[in-house]
């Protein structure tokens, strides 16, 4: 095995380095969202670059945060997905200047375009469905393989405030649709994983008035043997972040499509569509007409 200490003078790399570099920069650029370091890691690991468990935060970490540092070949500090920290964003706004005369009307249809029309699909489909995940970092990758549907990650053990969030906003649109109630999970294969989903749904259940209906689509021991999943490098078990991104997408949308329609996602937009265009007319011709 390489033993790739990143230390090195400058912003140069050594050769050794430069070949897990480019090779983890290639598994980067193969999907169209942003990955965790630790999905990155599994890819590595699965082609031999990496043999015990130590190398994610004794030789991988560094490595990878020297490039990002160093902008080398492609790596930038924002490359990788942050797998626990998110900002809440707050600050806001336009220019004063943008609301006064002769753009006016212009400004005003440009917010109102935007916010013009939303029609949720929910009422045509069979069921009102969720996905809950446990791995935060890989919110991109649901977001990408799914459309139109709530995500939500627990990235381990959720709170009670935020899992009673889930429970009511069930109930909420359960009642506001009409539908029966379905939960998506996909989380992973080890005692930690199975507890979460466990005490997850538990609660979920307790504090909603409907009947949920709770799916783990994954992971599961067929699912690890059929895509060849390497086992967890810091624990026994298998992670979702493991598998290879087309058996990610495979588990995703066969088992989303089971209860989301994508033909009636498809046939609300184009409604949508017409209707925004017909208000838009409306709004554009009133507008006209009003003195400032």
Known sequence: MINENPRSRGHEFRKAVKTILDSAMGHIKSVDYKVSARWVFYRLLQEGHYSDKNDYK?????????????????????????????????????????????????????RIEDYLVSISHFY?????????????????????????????PFAGHPSIPFKYSIAKRLERYGNKYGKPVVVLYFGDLDETGIDIYNVGMRDIQKWCSLKIKFI??????????????????????????????????????????????????????QREEEIANDVKEKITAAIEDIEF
């Open 124 to 152: 045509s489909q069979d069921y009102y469905a969720e996905i809950l995940f446990e791995a935060r970092a890989m919110v991109g990758q649901f977001r990408h393989y799914t459309e139109d549907i709530d995500l939500s």
């Open 216 to 269: 783990r689509c994954g992971l599961t021991e067929e699912q690890v043997e059929k895509y060849s999943v390497p086992e967890n490098f810091e624990h026994p078990g298998y992670q979702w972040e493991a598998l290879p991104d087309d058996a990610a997408r495979e588990i995703i949308t066969e088992n989303v499509r089971k209860y989301v329609s994508q033909a009636i996602i498809e046939d609300t937009r």
């Open 58 to 110: 004794n030789k991988f970490i560094p490595m990878a945060s020297r490039a990002r540092h160093a902008n080398y070949n492609g790596w930038h500090p924002d490359i990788l997905q942050d797998e626990t920290r998110s900002t809440d964003t707050r600050n806001a706004g336009y220019s004063p200047a943008d609301y006064e005369e002769p753009d006016l009307k212009e400004i005003l249809l440009d």
